[in-house]
Structure formats: C-alpha cells, structure tokens
C-alpha cells in the first residue's frame, strides 16, 4: 500500500525494493519475525538502502493503516553514485568540485547548503547512506528546489568514496577546527572534494587521516564554531571565487 511519500506492508515494501524504486529508508518494528521479514532483509541486501529497527509506535504515529510492521520512504530525487558522476563530468571536460557531508544530521542546514552549491556552481554533493541527512520534503522545501537539479550521491562507504576521488586525482580538503591552514590559503586548481563535518561531532578521525590538506575559518569571537551551512558558505563561495580568477 501506498500513501503520499510512503509505501507500507511487507509484500508491498518488498516489491517496491525488486522493482527498483529509490527508497530513502526503511523502517521496521523491533521484534519482527516470519518468513516474509526474512524475505524483506534479503531484498535489502547489496542495496543502497537504511534500515532501521524502532518501536511500533512509532510506526503508529506515521500510519495507522496495515502497516504489518513495516513502512519505506520513497526518495523525491534519484540518487546518484559517485563513480558514475566522476566520469561523466571528467568526459564533458569538466574540473569537478564536490561537497561531502560527512554526518551532517540537521535538514535545514542541508537545505541551505545545497542551495549554496546550486548556485555557486557546485558539481555535486555526496552523503553517507546512515546516520546522515536525506533528501526528503523539508530539505528540498530549504533548498529552494536545488536538491531536483544538484546531483546528491549517497554512499555506503565515505572511506572507499574517498579512497575512489584520491585515485581519480582529487584533492581531498577538509574543513574543521582542527586545520593547520587558513581557509583562504586553500588551492581549488584540480578536481576536489571539500568535507564538512556534523557541528557536533567534527570530521571522523578515519576520514580526516584521508584528507591531502584540513583549513580552518578564523574565530575571533568568543563562540567558537559557526552554523555549519555558514561555515560551507564561506568555503564555497572561496573556491568558485578562486577558480574564477584562474580563468
């Protein structure tokens, strides 16, 4: 069964996943058991798709109809893969720049950070397939519509995202208070991807071991972190500027 942007009942989500639908996520009651869930996690297996185990009321709060435990939410846009959209644009002669979200949890800020890379000319934005946000209605409401044209990838592997654009010959920039570099410092010149961590958490250490540069925004003020789409803003709109005076 299907209402609006979700599609509930095992043989219907199970079908949905066969027939190749883009499903943001799926979630499922705690306890469930039987041959059909089994089929179920089967189906999700090799996909790019979250699963997650939550109490069924809160699969109540969503749907009062059979649910039978289960309910999957269809994606408003067509993710991409990175290793698809690397070549396409290195074949239309283009020096790509990426923005990857690297556990960035709040819609809103997603929203406007893709906004930003819409218009600043942004090649395209990547973020992990869990604990991340997801296109959904609310961040493309904050993106103005950005997120139905920007390419989002979705990956179950940063690491091996990251690994891939390094052997592709992109420069691997990170933004975190960490840096050792002043933003301004920064070169765009060859294809690169600049990581913005969650504002709570910061760049992984695992990831960050994989960066070939990590900058820094100067604070001078006694708050000692800005909003992260802020904060991506300014990291932006430095390196479009960059590129630009290099033509």
């Known amino acids: 069964m299907t209402d609006n942007n979700i599609i509930f009942g095992l043989r219907a989500v199970i079908?949905?996943?066969?027939?190749?639908?883009?499903?943001?996520?799926?979630?499922?009651?705690?306890?469930m058991q039987g041959e059909l869930s089994k089929e179920l996690f089967n189906a999700v297996k090799g996909k790019n798709i979250n699963i997650q185990k939550v109490p069924v009321e809160r699969i109540n709060r969503i749907t009062r109809k059979n649910h039978q435990g289960v309910i999957a939410f269809i994606s408003p846009i067509t993710y991409q893969k990175t290793d698809e959209l690397v070549?396409?644009?290195?074949e239309q002669g283009i020096n790509p720049i990426f923005i990857l979200l690297d556990g960035l949890t709040d819609i809103r800020n997603f929203g406007a950070i893709a906004r930003t890379c819409e218009c600043a000319g942004?090649?395209?934005?990547?973020?992990?397939?869990?604990?991340?946000?997801?296109?959904?209605?609310?961040?493309?409401k904050t993106s103005a519509g950005a997120l139905h044209t920007l390419p989002v990838c979705k990956e179950q592997n940063i690491?091996?995202?990251?690994?891939?654009?390094?052997?592709?010959?992109?420069?691997?920039?990170?933004?975190?208070?960490?840096?050792?570099?002043d933003y301004t410092a920064a070169d765009y010149s060859s294809p690169t991807c600049i990581i913005m961590g969650a504002e709570d958490r910061g760049i992984p250490?695992?990831?960050?071991?994989?960066?070939?540069?990590?900058?820094?925004?100067?604070?001078?003020?006694k708050i000692q972190s800005l909003n992260v789409s802020v904060a991506a803003g300014i990291i932006i709109y430095d390196a479009i500027t960059k590129r630009t005076r290099q033509q």
């Open 159 to 181: 690491r091996a995202t990251i690994k891939y654009l390094k052997d592709c010959g992109f420069k691997i920039t990170a933004t975190t208070e960490k840096g050792d570099k």
């Open 122 to 140: 942004i090649d395209g934005i990547i973020i992990p397939a869990k604990n991340s946000v997801s296109v959904n209605a609310d961040a493309i």
């Open 205 to 221: 250490a695992e990831h960050l071991a994989l960066c070939d540069e990590c900058i820094k925004i100067p604070i001078k003020g």
């Open 15 to 31: 079908e949905a996943i066969e027939a190749g639908r883009d499903i943001d996520k799926i979630i499922v009651k705690k306890d």
């Open 87 to 90: 070549p396409f644009l290195f």
